[in-house]
């Protein structure tokens, strides 16, 4: 399955976790809540100057010069740990861009475990790094 979301403001949370995760603008996928492998491609939006209109006009062009996809862990479901509502996030493995507002074309490889609830932070935080051993 692929599909295009759109990163949008969290809280933070992943990040002070240590694992910064783009959180994304869709909540509605055809795929059952749990943590899959995929593959990712950023699309940050840049802008040009239109001559005639002297507006500013948005165009992608993909972050990263080797044009490759990127690895990554995303999670769709709720946040159990945290008692929150459905969210669907991404961590992208050697990845430090700022991409806020920008699309991300997901491919999703395999699912790799269910949504869990953890006793507290410590313990999602190890989860995280024996989900992130199964990425190449």
Same mark, same amino acid.
């Given at each position: 399955? *692929?599909?295009? !979301? *759109?990163?949008?403001?969290? %809280? +933070? %949370? +992943? $990040? %002070?976790?240590?694992?910064?995760? !783009?959180?994304?603008?869709?909540?509605?996928? #055809?795929?059952?809540h749990g943590v899959y492998l995929v593959e990712a491609e950023v699309y940050p939006a840049l802008f040009r100057q239109d001559i005639k209109s002297r507006r500013r006009v948005e165009y992608s062009k %993909?972050?990263? !010069?080797?044009? #490759?996809?990127?690895? +990554?862990?995303?999670?769709?479901?709720?946040?159990?740990?945290?008692?929150?509502?459905?969210?669907?996030?991404?961590?992208? #493995?050697?990845?430090?861009?700022?991409?806020?507002?920008?699309? &991300? @074309? =997901? $491919?999703? =490889?395999? @699912? =790799?475990? /269910? &949504? *869990?609830?953890?006793?507290? !932070? /410590?313990?999602?935080?190890?989860?995280? #790094?024996?989900?992130?051993? *199964?990425?190449?």
């Open positions: 399955m *692929k599909f295009t !979301a *759109k990163v949008i403001i969290g %809280r +933070g %949370r +992943g $990040k %002070r976790l240590g694992f910064p995760t !783009a959180n994304l603008d869709k909540t509605d996928l #055809k795929i059952k %993909r972050c990263g !010069a080797d044009k #490759k996809p990127y690895q +990554g862990l995303l999670h769709f479901g709720p946040k159990k740990t945290f008692c929150e509502d459905v969210s669907l996030e991404l961590f992208i #493995k050697n990845f430090d861009f700022d991409i806020y507002g920008k699309s &991300v @074309k =997901i $491919k999703i =490889i395999r @699912k =790799i475990r /269910e &949504v *869990k609830k953890f006793a507290n !932070a /410590e313990e999602l935080k190890k989860q995280i #790094k024996k989900d992130l051993e *199964k990425l190449n």
